[in-house]
């Protein structure tokens, strides 16, 4: 059972709008594009996780702190009277593992996840400990892209490995479990201590006038919007989208990107480039947002 889902990180949403109205630098790029590439790991990752039938919690992505050290766990899972932590690598390719260290062939060393998750179960154990609880905590790197292979891999390494995942998966939904109260107790407390807001952001700064305006397509990010009747249409991709969803959709990247702005008939015309009109782009505010002020005032909440 998932007890706490997974929502597409602040950060990496951030640069997907930045990225399709800005040229990002290559370091940001380079940066984006690793998070957005290991995002899709976790996802599919849940995508086995929220198959398993037996009686279990699954809590996804918590941020949490100890001691002033905050940490990471993309996936955790009370069940059996355990905790097990999954630390998800969506690497693609041929590594070797020699001394400890994780090197991507032929020969790029990358910093090692085995370091990273012992550091977080430990950390983990800590904080269970503050709270008077006691629970085996078992973690384990999962390696899911399909073209990932490791070699020297050492027999008892915690990870698992693409060609195991799936037998792993069985294997965990045939153990027998029980959830009892104290394990829900020790989810809830990790649900409450959970940081929604990550101290780790690197979102480059932006400014208004540097990010390129308009409507852009739902599905491929193209900017070649047309405006017929009550639908847009990408002249790229042929995707249809009732204008009144692309202006929404639209506004809500300019309040991700700008929090403190008012939302204003103006404000959401140059936004979206000129098009629709200001009548239309008004109907649009009027009905999905509370306007406060009037006429030339007026703004939207
Ligand atoms: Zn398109």
Redesign the pocket.
């Known amino acids: 059972m998932i007890y706490k889902h997974r929502t597409k990180p602040q950060e990496l949403v951030v640069f997907e709008i930045l990225n399709k109205r800005n040229e990002l630098s290559s370091k940001d790029k380079q940066y984006y594009l690793y998070q957005k590439k290991g995002y899709e790991g976790e996802l599919l990752f849940d995508s086995l996780t929220e198959k398993l039938q037996c009686d279990c919690l699954i809590l996804n992505d918590l941020l949490l702190e100890v001691n002033n050290t905050t940490f990471q766990i993309d996936t955790l899972i009370l069940i059996e009277g355990k905790i097990r932590t999954f630390e998800v690598k969506y690497y693609e390719g041929d590594y070797y593992y020699e001394a400890t260290k994780l090197y991507k062939k032929p020969k790029h060393e990358v910093s090692n996840p085995i370091i990273q998750l012992n550091r977080c179960e430990s950390l983990l154990s800590q904080l269970l400990r503050t709270h008077g609880c006691h629970l085996p905590i078992e973690a384990s790197v999962v390696f899911n892209h399909p073209t990932f292979t490791l070699y020297q891999a050492p027999l008892n390494l915690q990870a698992i490995l693409p060609t195991q995942l799936n037998n792993y998966m069985r294997a965990l939904d045939t153990t027998p479990s029980k959830i009892n109260e104290k394990q829900r107790r020790i989810a809830d407390l990790l649900v409450s201590l959970h940081i929604t807001k990550s101290p780790y952001s690197k979102v480059p700064s932006y400014r208004y006038g540097d990010l390129r305006k308009g409507i852009t ?6 900017f070649s919007i047309s405006i017929e009747g009550r639908n847009c249409k ?1 002249e ?4 249809k989208e009732l204008v009144a969803d692309a202006v929404l959709r639209t506004v809500h990247e300019f309040t991700t990107l700008f929090p403190d702005q008012k939302i204003t008939t103006n404000v959401v015309f140059e936004w979206c480039g000129g098009n629709p009109t200001k009548r239309k782009i008004q109907r649009i505010l009027t009905s999905n947002f509370k306007s406060v002020g009037v006429r030339q005032w007026t703004y939207y909440e």
């Open positions: 397509c739902k599905m491929c990010d193209s990408c790229k991709c042929g995707h």
